[in-house]
C-alpha cells in the first residue's frame, strides 16, 4: 500500500543532516479514562497532516520536558509519565527546509482536551486496537500521514507493541 507522506522517511536521510531534535508521544494512557491505551493524532490544516502531538526540542530540555510543555501547549494536557524506550524516526520538514530526529514515546496524561487553535486545528483519538492499516489508509484520504505515525503504527509496529507491554501506567 502507497501512502501520501508528509517529508520524508528514516531510509532517505542522512543522520549527519540531523539539525534538530523532536519528540511525540504515540500511545496515550490517561488517569480519567481506565480503558486504553489510546492514540492522539494532531491535526494541522497547514500541512493538511496528522502526526503525533509533541514538538521541538529547546535548548536544555530533556524529552520528558520537551513533551511536557508541547502537550500542555497544543492540546491542555499534563504529562505524569512517558516510557523509557522510544521509536526513533528521521524526518525532512520542507516548510522550515530542516531535517528532525523524532522520537515517539508511550506516556500518561492527565486533564481534559482543549486545543489551542495557534498549535493544531484538530485532534483524532482512536483505541490503539483500531489503529491500523484500514483506518490509516482511511485517514490518508484527507490528510498526509507523519513519518512517525507511519513508523509507529506500520513500519515499526511490532517494536512499539513490546514498548507498550513493558510500560507500567
Not at 5 to 14: P, S, Y
Request: hydrophobic fraction near 35%; glycine fraction near 6%.
Amino acid at each position: 500500500m502507497e501512502y501520501k507522506l508528509f517529508g520524508l522517511l528514516a531510509e532517505n536521510i542522512d543522520p549527519d543532516k540531523i539539525e534538530k531534535e523532536a519528540v511525540g508521544l504515540a500511545i496515550v494512557y490517561s488517569q480519567n479514562i481506565k480503558k486504553g491505551p489510546y492514540v492522539i493524532f494532531a491535526a494541522n490544516e497547514g500541512y493538511n497532516a496528522i502526526y503525533n502531538p509533541g514538538g521541538t526540542k529547546e535548548e536544555g530540555e530533556t524529552d520528558f520536558e520537551t513533551l511536557k510543555r508541547e502537550l500542555k501547549e497544543e492540546l491542555n494536557l499534563e504529562l505524569s509519565k512517558i516510557s523509557k524506550e522510544y521509536i526513533t524516526t528521521y524526518a525532512y520538514s520542507p516548510k522550515k527546509n530542516t531535517y528532525f530526529e523524532v522520537r515517539s514515546y508511550v506516556g500518561i496524561v492527565n486533564g481534559t482536551i482543549s486545543l489551542n487553535p495557534t498549535e493544531i486545528e484538530s485532534a483524532l483519538i482512536f483505541k490503539y486496537k483500531d489503529v491500523d492499516e484500514n483506518l490509516l489508509r482511511w485517514l490518508n484520504k484527507k490528510y498526509l500521514l507523519g513519518p512517525s505515525v507511519i513508523d509507529c503504527f506500520i513500519m515499526k509496529r511490532q517494536e512499539l507493541e513490546k514498548i507498550i507491554a513493558s510500560f507500567r501506567p
